[in-house]
């Protein structure tokens, strides 16, 4: 759905779009309102136009504004970050990373920060540029599969990472995307497990109502990572305990959203993993926010993640023959949710 819609948007549209009218439009669609993000994120980041990025990130960050679903602005944006090489070659060929790509994104980012030098979301960039690089020596396998010289490029693209974080703590500390980065990099043995815990303690801290913050600091502790699950739910409930006025129990859904496909499915359905307070935590976000993004989100789950009948039946009622695509993997899978699902109410 998301390749369809690139081909309709046009850059200029685009850019005229987001520039005018998207930070005051919060009811609009939301997948073509991220696309428009994405989008705005690339062609102006490809084209230099860094003051358009400054100038709408701070904006958007200063005002808190939302999207439909309730995720703010301002952290589609930084989500939206990424950098992909459309460099082609014989896969017995291709080097592991594609260097002279990467050095020019490098150097796109770092003549950002020359230009904006108190710029978080520069720093962002950066950093998101060797974790990026990171990763791919890292690959996606076991520990004990990847070589000695990949993990010394892991690990040292992660510590410039930090570095590049690091120097720019005094407006980062200002900004929770920069907490939720710095977080992520900080993770791969650049701190100590008390450092690390101060470290999440001050994120929070600083910025209690942010998402971003929190699935970051969820994911260290999933299982995989030698966290476990009851240290996630702790979480979710400080999570909730700091945002309740406003928000419910909805954090306790977000979080475990962010995460479930680290979980391994059927998430929801794992020891530990309560799933009757994440739909408790859906339904005060629904109240909220009623949009479609999250409305499929939360049936796609109590479907495939939760096999929850009764509750993917009373979501699959709201939804009706209109499912977002973007929740689904293909018509087939909602269908076969959807029968399931109202079986039980016929």
Request: proline letters at 3%; hydrophobic letters at 40%; charged letters at 25%.
């Amino acid at each position: 759905m998301i390749s369809r819609l690139r081909k309709i948007l046009g850059l200029a549209a685009t850019i005229l779009v987001i520039n005018c009218s998207l930070i005051n439009s919060t009811h609009a669609n939301e997948v073509i309102d991220r696309e428009r993000i994405r989008s705005f994120f690339a062609e102006n980041f490809e084209n230099g136009d860094f003051s358009a990025l400054e100038q709408w990130y701070t904006k958007a960050l200063k005002e808190k504004t939302r999207m439909e679903s309730g995720n703010f602005q301002a952290s589609i944006l930084v989500r939206s970050i990424e950098f992909k090489s459309d460099k082609k070659c014989d896969v017995s060929k291709c080097p592991k990373v594609d260097e002279k790509f990467w050095l020019a994104q490098e150097k796109k980012a770092k003549e950002w920060l020359v230009r904006y030098p108190k710029s978080t979301l520069a720093a962002i960039a950066l950093a998101r540029i060797y974790s990026k690089q990171a990763w791919i020596y890292r690959g996606t396998g076991y520990a004990n599969t990847v070589a000695k010289e990949d993990w010394k490029m892991f690990h040292g693209l992660m510590h410039r990472a930090v570095e590049v974080l690091n120097e720019q703590q005094v407006e980062g500390r200002k900004d929770p995307h920069w907490w939720a980065s710095l977080l992520a990099a900080t993770f791969y043995g650049s701190v100590d497990p008390a450092g690390y815990q101060q470290l999440t303690n001050n994120a929070i801290n600083a910025f209690p109502d942010n998402t971003e913050i929190y699935i970051t600091i969820a994911y260290t502790l999933l299982p995989q990572w030698g966290g476990s699950h009851s240290s996630i739910a702790a979480l979710a409930s400080e999570a909730v305990n700091k945002t309740k006025a406003t928000d419910g129990e909805a954090f306790y859904a977000r979080i475990y959203w962010g995460l479930v496909d680290s979980l391994g499915r059927p998430g929801f359905l794992k020891p530990g993993v309560d799933w009757p307070r994440i739909r408790s935590g859906f339904d005060d976000m629904l109240q909220r926010y009623p949009g479609d993004w999250n409305l499929n989100a939360y049936a796609r789950l109590a479907c495939l993640e939760a096999h929850d009948k009764k509750t993917t039946a009373r979501l699959m009622r709201r939804i009706g023959e209109n499912p977002l695509g973007t929740f689904w993997q293909d018509r087939i899978t909602f269908k076969r949710c959807q029968q399931w699902a109202l079986e039980e109410i016929q």
